[in-house]
């Protein structure tokens, strides 16, 4: 009963937000425009503005942090670790750098599903690394260094190929997409990213049960029949496809996955299980919200959705840091 309020509260947050996006912005659009439109009989101009500019954006800001949020919960079971995070273990990054590559190297362009597949690839790495590093109680420490080195390397090598790139345009592209933002996505770019969001998420919601056994450690979930390999898999293959295609159409946008399953686990009975789906929605919530306030905030250029996420994210990081290690003394 608990997770129906949970997840009714958080949809009807979701809609109330996303209505509020669609209404407000540089331009606002009166209520009486907006019922006029969902009846069919808006002007042109406010079928622009709602249609092919607001509604894509106000959606993949939806998918873009629910597939972040979902894929930060099931590493989390996965590693048995508050402080797993696909930015934080370098999944992010990782991501980062196989789009930039299909950038530099000409293959967005040449194929359009270069991009979002490079990010996939190389986030499926990142995530490999990862679980054979956390494979067998990895502590705190350690799975915050191995983020650390995975996530610098994976800068580092980003940064050689904007240091490499012979076109100045090119060059002003990639940093402004590296720093996050959903300006002036399309319907293509929801379209593009849907599906493997889709895929990535429903291989992670196959896992909530395992999740749960796993709780209970890896020698115990064995004997309750979870298969400890095929567990690993799915949640490599349902994160790697879920940020990858979400660092496709939004660039780095980090911390959401960290934030929102750990504020919601408390209402779940810190069931692994039980906190997919709100960490779903909690993370569509948080992104729709953070694009809302960089579309709000006064600034001469618009802020991006990647520096909103971490001016928040890294002050809670280190709170959460603080607090762990302090419940290990």
């Known amino acids: 009963m608990m997770d129906v309020r949970l997840l009714s509260a958080l949809g009807a947050i979701l809609l109330a937000l996303m209505a509020g996006s669609m209404v407000v912005g540089s331009a606002t659009v009166p209520m009486d425009a907006v019922l006029a439109f969902l009846t069919g009989q808006a002007e042109p101009a406010v079928r622009v503005v709602l249609l092919d500019i607001r509604l894509p954006r106000v959606l993949l800001a939806a998918v873009v942090g629910g597939a972040l949020s979902m894929a930060g919960a099931a590493l989390q079971g996965l590693m048995r670790n508050p402080l797993a995070d696909p930015g934080i273990i ?97 319907v293509s770019d929801l379209l593009l990213a849907a599906p493997f969001v889709i895929a990535g998420g429903g291989l992670l919601l196959l896992t909530g049960r395992q999740l749960d056994a796993l709780t209970l ?25 879920a940020v990858g295609a979400s660092v496709a159409v939004a660039g780095s946008v980090s911390f ?45 250029q618009e802020l991006k959705l990647g520096v909103i996420t971490a001016l928040l994210g890294a002050p809670f990081f280190l709170h959460l840091l603080w607090t762990t290690r302090k419940a290990m003394r």
Do not use: Q
């Open 217 to 241: 450690g890896e020698e115990t979930a064995a004997t309750l029949g979870v298969d400890l390999k095929r567990l690993r898999y799915l949640v490599v293959f349902g994160a790697a496809l």
């Open 90 to 186: 370098g999944i992010t990054a990782s991501a980062s750098l196989g789009a930039v590559l299909s950038l530099y190297l000409g293959l967005a362009t040449a194929f359009s599903l270069a991009l979002p597949l490079c990010a996939i690839a190389m986030a499926l790495f990142a995530t490999l690394c990862m679980t054979l590093i956390a494979g067998r109680d990895a502590s705190v420490l350690t799975l915050v260094l191995a983020g650390v080195a995975i996530s610098s390397f994976a800068s580092a090598l980003t940064s050689l190929v904007i240091n490499l790139s012979p076109n100045p345009f090119a060059l002003g592209e990639i940093v402004l997409w590296l720093l996050g933002s959903l300006t002036n996505r399309s």
């Open 256 to 300: 959401v996955g960290l934030i929102v399953p750990h504020v919601l686990r408390p209402f779940v009975g810190h069931a692994p299980s039980r906190l997919l789906l709100p960490s779903a929605l909690g993370g569509a919530i948080l992104i729709v919200f953070a694009d809302l306030v960089v579309r709000l905030t006064p600034t001469i």
